[in-house]
């Protein structure tokens, strides 16, 4: 068994420097990353020359990660471009179509003796009559385009975006959602009495995913107007508006009702297709009237307010 030095530790004093390899270094993006591709959804994108189409394409700027394949166990590499490449597309065949294929591609000598350097390129390989190339060892695919006889420029309509993105490791396991308690007002407000609302929510940055339940009760009071059931963190108001579903379940009668909800800053509104085919404020007679074991959820995903 081998035990490996731990990453980014330091000597103290008169000790010696701890080295450390690339694939060592490299080891710790195979860890965070579990597949190849780039970071940001618009970067390496391939489209058409922004100062006016001609037969090159524009690469724009943007990180990716790319599996070394040059050897077994090469590891993963953090490429970044930080501006625009313009790439030459070869001009049209005499006949027919070409498509030819844009790369993103790592070139490490250590690992591949071809290469006389230590790098990585976005570049052009051309379909010179037996069809598009494949991708090679350690590249990533960016984009095909397609070049028929006679064209006169390349346009978007010529390029098919062939990038995959890259997919970061998340624990599958990970920590049970938090629990809260919404609300449910009205205009004369609903009172649980003996029912229950409960709630649960998972927020990432601004994304917050919930569900929230209302089961009435015996000494439930339904209140007048149309129910509204709070979410766990404020949510960003303006347009466009964000929704929620909804579910109203009438236990004794085996029957749902499907609808929707505008959500607010602290709460949604809630509303079901009525039989005028407008939708209708859910309350204490809507869909159904309410009783005992009567089940109301609210559910979706948000953009918190900050």
């Known amino acids: 068994m081998t035990l490996k030095t731990p990453l980014y530790m330091q000597p103290t004093g008169s000790d010696p420097t701890i080295q450390y390899s690339a694939l060592d270094m490299r080891a710790l993006l195979d860890g965070l990353f579990t597949a190849e591709g780039v970071i940001s959804g618009s970067g390496l994108r391939v489209s058409q020359r922004s100062a006016g189409a001609n037969f090159s394409v524009d690469v724009s700027a943007g990180p990716a990660v790319i599996i070394g394949d040059d ?8 490429v970044q471009s930080t501006s625009v490449a313009n790439l030459t597309i070869p001009t049209p065949p005499v006949s027919g179509t070409r498509t030819h294929r ?39 695919s960016l984009a095909t385009v397609s070049v028929a006889a006679g064209q006169a420029s390349v346009l978007d309509g010529n390029v098919t975006d062939t990038r995959a993105t890259a997919e970061v490791y998340v624990n599958v396991s990970g920590p049970a959602w938090t629990s809260y308690t919404p609300t449910w007002t009205a205009t004369t407000n609903p009172v649980i009495g003996n029912g229950t ?74 509303a079901i297709q009525g039989s005028n085919a407008d939708l209708d404020g859910v309350g204490a007679t809507i869909p159904f009237t309410w009783v005992t074991g009567d089940i109301l959820r609210v559910y979706g995903t948000y953009e918190a307010a900050s």
Not at 71 to 78: A, F, H
Not at 214 to 225: A, E, H, K, N, R
Not at 249 to 257: C, G, H, L, P, V
């Open 71 to 78: 050897v077994t166990n090469q590891g993963k590499y953090y």
């Open 197 to 270: 609302r409960a709630g649960r929510y998972w927020r990432t940055g601004r994304t917050v995913h919930f569900v929230a339940e209302v089961v009435m009760g015996s000494t439930t009071t339904y209140g007048s107007g149309t129910w509204a059931v709070g979410v766990p963190v404020p949510c960003r108001t303006g347009s466009p508006t964000q929704v929620a579903n909804i579910r109203c379940s009438d236990i004794s009668a085996s029957q749902a009702y499907q609808g929707n909800g505008e959500i607010g800053a602290s709460s949604v509104t809630l």
């Open 102 to 140: 844009v790369v993103a591609q790592v070139k490490d000598k250590l690992h591949n003796g071809v290469y006389t350097t230590y790098e990585w390129t976005i570049e052009v390989l051309a379909d010179t009559g037996g069809g598009t190339p494949a991708t090679p060892a350690s590249a990533l």
